[in-house]
Structure formats: structure tokens, C-alpha cells
């Protein structure tokens, strides 16, 4: 399998585990009764750490969609002997991938921080656990952020073979100059 198929293959799973964090995200309720006359609903708009993953994966699926279309359309029209014409897009690419990588990490690692407070507490500053009243809540949130987490591994080999598709065409033996 060439170089390009395996970057679409990655980026098309890793797209589908985004999209499939968003959604359990997005449409994870639960409602419970804390007192016998107080019901309270949990969802993901309580933490902004799990509103800021919902609203970061869909979109960088978007981003790995507009880029499955276009590698899907330049490969089609590219002509065998044009390996290094397309240098400024091979660049853009890997910065995009680059800070795409570094984004989905920060989001997921602060709804994990954010989660590990939910179902821990925190005693001295008075904040009691929420995941014992919102079990099922909880349990799907810890479902995605393991999605989540995939889908970072996933566009963490997405963005190395950006930069061995961008650097293979320089040379070993002189600073940024074209083989």
C-alpha cells in the first residue's frame, strides 16, 4: 500500500472516530434526582472543556474531509513525473496537520482533567462527585474520550507521514534545497 492510500486510510478512521466522539458528546443526557422534588439533567454543556471537544472534532473532520477531497482530486489529475510541484501545498498540509495534532490533544486532555474531576471531586475546594449520581453520563463521556484519544493516535501517523511525504523531496546534504 503506497504512502497516499495509507494517509487517506488513516485520515477516513480517524474522521469516523471524531465524528463518532462529537456525537457521543453532543447527545450524552441523563437526568436524575437529587432531592425528591429536584431533578437535575446532566449534559455536555455543564463542562466548556466538553463543549469545546464537541465543537474541536467536527472540526477537524472537516478539515480531513476538505483534505480526502483534495489529495482524492490532485491525485486524479496528476501526472506521474510531477512529484515536487506541489511543494506549497505539501507544506500547508503539514502545518495544518501539525496544529491539528496539537489542538485534538489539548481538547481531549482537558476534558480528561475536566472528567477526572467529575468522578473524583475535589474535597478541599468543596466539589463533590458528580459521577456517582450520573453513572450512565459518565460512563459514555469516558467512551468518547477513548474515541477521542484513537482518533489523536490516528492523526498523529496522519501528520509523520505528511512530513516524510514533504521532506522526502529535499535533500540529505543541503539545507531546504530540492533533490
Not at 450524552?28 to 437529587?34: A, E, G, V
Amino acid at each position: 500500500m503506497d504512502i497516499t492510500r495509507m494517509e487517506a486510510l488513516l485520515r477516513a478512521c480517524a474522521t469516523l472516530l471524531l465524528l463518532t466522539t462529537a456525537c457521543l458528546v453532543r447527545f450524552d443526557t441523563q437526568t436524575s434526582l437529587i432531592f425528591p422534588e429536584y431533578s437535575r439533567t446532566a449534559t455536555f454543556r455543564d463542562m466548556n472543556a466538553l463543549y469545546v471537544l464537541v465543537f474541536m472534532d467536527v472540526a477537524v473532520a472537516g478539515y480531513n474531509l476538505v483534505q480526502l477531497i483534495i489529495r482524492g482530486l490532485l491525485s486524479s489529475h496528476m501526472k506521474p513525473d510531477m512529484n515536487g510541484s506541489y511543494k506549497h501545498l505539501a507544506w500547508i498540509s503539514f502545518l495544518f496537520d501539525q496544529a491539528v495534532v496539537y489542538m485534538l490533544f489539548a481538547a481531549n486532555s482537558a476534558c480528561l482533567t475536566a472528567s477526572l474531576l467529575a468522578v473524583r471531586g475535589e474535597h478541599d475546594l468543596f466539589w463533590m462527585k458528580l459521577c456517582n449520581k450520573f453513572n450512565r453520563f459518565c460512563n459514555q463521556i469516558g467512551g468518547a474520550l477513548l474515541c477521542g484519544y484513537a482518533a489523536f493516535f490516528l492523526m498523529a501517523m496522519v501528520s509523520s507521514l505528511s512530513a516524510y511525504g514533504l521532506f522526502r523531496h529535499y535533500s540529505p546534504k543541503k539545507y531546504l534545497v530540492l533533490k
